[in-house]
């Protein structure tokens, strides 16, 4: 019998965390693979289906997303897809069904994996709310450390 290797488990892309009515607060972080919507929203749309109903619309600072489709169409669900210049360019917002929504922080996809995990894991491990200033914090100080583990 020869051994197959598992596929080695993919690194973390989304975390959670709660929401306060603060300014700046986002109901969590959100690691693109890349700058390009088209290829990236309809994951993320089908995941944040799951806890705010079907997505209805997302609206997105087209700075950082240059290549964006108009509208996502999955099965019978119909996304639009809003380029919006007032809208953080760190942030994308979703909103579901029965007014239900999620303000996610961007990760850029160039930040190192190490310090991804490591600001997701600071997102999914908050007791309280995380604001969009914080994480910018966090992803630039986790950027500049070198990474943990390559000292072991």
């Not at 700075?63 to 953080?88: E, F, H, K, N």
């Not at 930040?111 to 966090?138: E, F, I, K, Y």
């Amino acid at each position: 019998m020869v051994p197959i290797a598992s596929p080695s488990p993919s690194p973390a892309r989304l975390a959670f965390c709660d929401r306060a009515a603060i300014p700046g607060a986002v109901d969590g972080a959100w690691w693109p693979q890349s700058c390009d919507l088209r290829s990236e929203l309809p994951d993320l749309v089908a995941v944040l289906g799951m806890s705010i109903g079907p997505v209805r619309r997302v609206v997105y600072d087209p700075s950082l997303w240059p290549a964006a489709p108009s509208r996502i169409i999955r099965g019978t669900a119909l996304t639009t897809v809003d380029p919006y210049t007032l809208v953080a360019n760190d942030t994308i917002y979703l909103m579901g069904t029965h007014a239900r929504n999620a303000v996610l922080f961007v990760v850029p996809p160039a930040v190192p994996g190490a310090a991804v995990g490591r600001v997701l894991s600071a997102v999914s491990n908050a007791t309280g709310a995380m604001s969009v200033a914080v994480l910018r914090h966090l992803v630039d100080r986790f950027a500049a450390e070198p990474d943990p583990a390559a000292r072991l």
